[in-house]
């Protein structure tokens, strides 16, 4: 099973995303002082079916915007990211259509 750990400094959060057996991504997270929770995120955005977790990151667009993403690949070789700005709704894109890049192995 792949899994990733990583902080969210916006968010005050941090989390552990993983894969199951349906292929779905799903994230447990705790924010400061918090509980820990559980999100599907691909029920939550009506992504596609992971066939490998690439990574999970946070990336901050300083003090007012600040996002997390998931990146994964699917069983057609294209690259998908799972999103969410601070405050917002958790959002799916898929990079390999969206650039027109070389499908992955």
Known sequence: MQCYGYSWEAGQSKQVVYQTADHHIHE????????????DLTAITGAPPAHQIIEGYS?????????????????????HELSVIK??????????????APVGV
């Open 28 to 39: 447990l997270y705790v924010t400061v002082g918090g509980t820990w929770q559980h999100a």
């Open 59 to 79: 990336w901050s667009m300083g003090r007012s915007k600040s996002s997390k993403q998931v990146v994964y690949q699917t069983d057609d070789g294209h690259i």
């Open 87 to 100: 405050g917002g709704a958790w959002q799916h894109a898929d990079l390999t259509a969206i650039t027109g």
